[in-house]
């Protein structure tokens, strides 16, 4: 399985970015798809997930202002990210998971808001 994430970058605060995450390979049988970030000195923190049955869940720093969506014709999943405040700067992470001990990592992609 490989995931390509894309989509960061340099915004100014409150804007917005659409991150998306293509995956590739045996993606069959996933439970559970989901969006991180991690800062420098700090562990990576779950930002949004969306399970098989399409139930999401989000942090509570970014509930009203991101969306997590998923498009299973092209195998991509999507961070809508809405209002970014500096604090949203990150490396951000997809994630795909199959079962409890297997999980996959997208390459990271940078996000920064400016003040």
């Known amino acids: 399985v490989q995931l390509q994430a894309s989509g960061g970058g340099l915004v100014q605060a409150g804007g917005s970015l659409r991150l998306s995450c293509e995956a590739s390979g045996n993606i069959f049988s996933i439970i559970v798809m989901g969006w991180y970030r991690q800062t420098p000195g700090k562990q990576r923190e779950l930002v949004a997930s969306?399970?098989?049955?399409?139930?999401?869940d989000y942090a509570e720093s970014v509930k009203g202002r991101f969306s997590i969506s998923r498009d299973t014709a092209k195998n991509t999943l999507y961070l809508q990210m809405n209002n970014l405040k500096p604090e949203d700067t990150a490396v951000y992470y997809c994630?795909?998971?199959?079962?409890?001990?297997?999980?996959?990592w997208g390459q990271g992609t940078l996000v920064t808001v400016s003040s």
């Open positions: 994630n795909l998971r199959k079962n409890v001990v297997t999980a996959y």
């Open positions: 969306i399970k098989k049955d399409g139930t999401t």
